[in-house]
């Protein structure tokens, strides 16, 4: 072929590249069959019930997706993927990392989480959830045995788990762990998961838990309100003296009840 020739069919591959050949690679296949690499997107497609319940059999053939929602995911699944968010993870629906833009379910807001206040309200980028949130106390290790004697009443969070390994209860999972352990130091495999075991000796014994009235959790509350104005007074006193930034709420409302900036509930 002249050099004429081929500088002309550069110059079309270049315009349409759609008329040069796909190159064939040797891992493309192993790509196609354990990432879905090249398939169509199955953004809009249901999740698929049989994923759920780690029984598919179809893998990455399957035209739902292999997805588990942030509620449902435990340990490094609740960490967002770097590679997704600059648009360069190829592990797609098998990644072990969230796949998600929004850090609302992510990561927590420093200010509400301490002080129950976030001078952003609505518009935080930051999930809020209350200093006196259930969510916050430590796992019962009892419960997370099998059996609290304290029922409803004790002190610590009762970590329920859909379903247990039916061989890790009879005694012996072939499987181990498919995953770093929840947040009650359980582990799982796919069956389900494993029963933390712990002597009778190595743990503390459960404590009831103490009911507070209203009154006693609005002034717990004030208090928590004016430690975030006087530490927002503080640093609008060093900002002034060229010694730092100003907080984020200084200059707004003080107090701010009924204000929307609050944020209470917000998410």
């Not at 110059?11 to 796909?22: E, L, N, T």
Request: charged content about 30%; glycine content about 12%; aromatic content about 10%.
């Amino acid at each position: 072929m002249s050099s004429t020739g081929t500088q002309t069919l550069l110059a079309d591959q270049i315009v349409d590249p759609s008329v040069q050949a796909a190159p064939e690679l040797s891992f493309l296949p192993y790509l196609k069959a354990t990432y879905s690499f090249g398939f169509p997107s199955k953004v809009h497609r249901p999740i698929c019930e049989a994923y759920r319940k780690n029984q598919c059999p179809l893998g990455p053939a399957c035209p739902d997706q292999h997805y588990t929602p942030a509620n449902e995911r435990s340990g490094i699944g609740h960490l967002i993927c770097k590679h997704y968010q600059r648009g360069l993870c190829k592990k797609g629906e098998t990644c072990e990392f969230a796949h998600t833009f929004d850090l609302r379910g992510e990561r927590e807001c420093k200010e509400f989480s301490r002080f129950g206040i976030c001078p952003q309200g609505d518009e935080c980028t930051y999930i809020h959830l209350p200093p006196t949130s259930p969510l916050r106390l430590p796992a019962c290790p009892h419960y997370a045995r099998g059996f609290c004697p304290l029922g409803p009443y004790c002190s610590m969070r009762h970590v329920k788990h859909d379903k247990l390994c039916n061989l890790y209860v009879a005694g012996f999972c072939p499987n181990g762990r498919s995953g770093p352990p929840g947040r009650d130091g359980v582990i799982f495999c796919e069956n389900g998961a494993h029963p933390k075991w712990s002597a009778d000796g190595e743990l503390k014994k459960p404590e009831p838990k103490i009911f507070k009235t209203e009154e006693q959790l609005r002034r717990e509350q004030e208090e928590r309100e004016d430690e975030f104005y006087a530490e927002e007074e503080k640093r609008r006193e060093r900002f002034e003296r060229g010694e730092g930034g100003v907080g984020r709420g200084w200059g707004r409302r003080r107090r701010g009840r009924g204000g929307s900036w609050r944020g209470r509930g917000g998410g």
